[in-house]
């Protein structure tokens, strides 16, 4: 292998200095930050609107309960009618209008109350709405009842059920949630490496087969040797280009918050109200949500987690990319490709369905296990399995597998690739791919 750190450094070489490399390097995170800023800037605007809504009341129960707040001005109207409410409403363009019909029984409450309005309303409005008038409409049939509301209300109890292991460690509901985050964005990371840069590894083969490079090449040089010299320089391509897409956006988002005064992340969250609404209805506040969040990343084991992420990663990724490299010597152009590719995508995205439904709701079942054993869906499964707890011997045994699977890979993509890589004018088939391996 005294060729392989040449191949490398060219195949790296070759990469980093092509032009288009270099532009959608630069290009790309001023890209993203763009779109993000201008996604958050008008989210912004839409959060520091403020919202008149009109309010009859023609059963005169429920005027009282609408309190204004910071984005939400109620204007209450009396003694018009409904026509006359509406053309209110669009002379002073207020956002809609509400109206509480004058009934009998308040069983039928929820066929007399509408929400008018020129658009579609806010999910979060309407959902503010309904619960205010769920309250006021319930406090009044228990009036009705002759029921004391207060000692009912002091009788309520919330239950939130603490979670301990038997060595006591404390986890909460909110780390489950924290775990499917990180498997997901793990799962998703190596997919999508997998699919930019195993592409680039196949259209780099055949770049050189169809120019007839490689038979010039290849007459100094071993064929396994240019296979992993082609896989190792561009993942090393790959790695800089991220890297440097990390730094660049990073740089770029703190600079576009300054300038802007907006924060990006923001964007990204869920409406205050909707929040304030789902921890109002738990009997639980907001912070008790951010406190469970911190305790949940407190429990995660974080120097497992990067260790097997580095190893699932980097072994997840040679494993496919060998095979990427066989199918770019095994045909002509890009188009051929497409008979191969579906078998070895179909692997890697079972592995992300498998993970989302299948190991958050158990991580230690015997699907969730065993396909964190397959080689070809262990990179991903047995990163979303990890947070759950997984002992070592275990990682180690799936990492041994996924090491041992990448070298057989290496082995017959390389005959594969020695064969191929001199053919031209004819489409393989599978039939014939096997007959490659066996020469």
């Known amino acids: 292998m005294n060729h392989l750190s040449l191949i490398i450094k060219r195949e790296y070489l070759t990469k980093v200095k092509n032009k288009s490399f270099i532009v959608m390097t630069i290009l790309s995170p001023i890209i993203m930050i763009a779109l993000i800023a201008v996604v958050a800037y008008l989210s912004n605007l839409n959060n520091e609107k403020v919202r008149v809504i009109s309010v009859l009341d023609e059963s005169g129960l429920v005027r009282d309960i609408f309190k204004n707040t910071e984005h939400t001005t109620y204007d209450i109207l009396e003694n018009v009618s409904l026509d006359v409410a509406k053309n209110i409403v669009n002379e002073t363009s207020n956002y809609g209008l509400l109206h509480v019909e004058k009934f009998t029984e308040l069983d039928s409450v929820s066929k007399h109350i509408k929400f008018y309005s020129e658009e579609s309303p806010s999910l979060a409005i309407i959902s503010d709405l309904e619960g205010k008038l769920e309250r006021a409409f319930t406090n009044l049939k228990m009036k009705e009842a002759n029921i004391d509301i207060s000692k009912i209300e002091a009788s309520q109890v919330h239950i939130n059920i603490g979670q301990e292991n038997f060595f006591g460690e404390e986890s909460s509901k909110i780390d489950s949630v924290v775990k499917l985050i990180f498997g997901c964005a793990a799962g998703y990371l190596l997919f999508m490496f997998i699919i930019i840069y195993g592409n680039m590894i196949m259209r780099s083969v055949i770049e050189e087969k169809t120019s007839r490079i490689i038979e010039v090449i290849i007459s100094s040089v071993k064929p396994v040797q240019l296979m ?134 158990d991580p230690h079942g015997t699907v969730s296990t065993v396909f964190s054993y397959i080689p070809l869906t262990s990179p991903v499964v047995m990163l979303m399995r990890i947070p759950f707890g ?13 090491i041992g699977t990448f070298m057989f890979t290496v082995w017959f993509a390389a005959k594969i690739y020695r064969v191929g890589i001199l053919m031209y004018g004819k489409k393989p088939t599978y039939k014939e791919l096997i007959r490659w391996i066996k020469y």
Do not use: C, H
Request: charged content about 10%; proline content about 3%.
């Open 390 to 402: 997984v002992p070592i011997w275990q990682q180690l045994l799936s990492l041994l597998i996924l």
């Open 228 to 361: 992993l010299g082609k896989i190792i320089g561009t993942s090393l391509a790959g790695i800089t280009q991220f890297v440097v897409w990390v730094i660049f956006g990073g740089l770029l988002m703190t600079i576009v918050s300054l300038v802007l005064g907006i924060s990006l992340f923001d964007s990204s969250m869920p409406q205050q109200e909707l929040i304030e609404m789902a921890s109002q209805s738990q009997g639980q506040g907001v912070e008790f949500y951010f406190e469970s969040f911190k305790q949940a990343l407190r429990n995660m084991p974080l120097m497992n987690l990067i260790v097997a992420f580095i190893f699932f990663f980097i072994g997840g990724y040679l494993l496919y990319s060998s095979l990427y490299a066989a199918i770019g010597a095994a045909v002509d152009n890009e188009t051929d490709t497409q008979q191969f590719m579906l078998p070895i995508l179909m692997p890697l995205i079972l592995a992300v369905y498998i993970g989302i439904f299948t190991v958050i709701e």
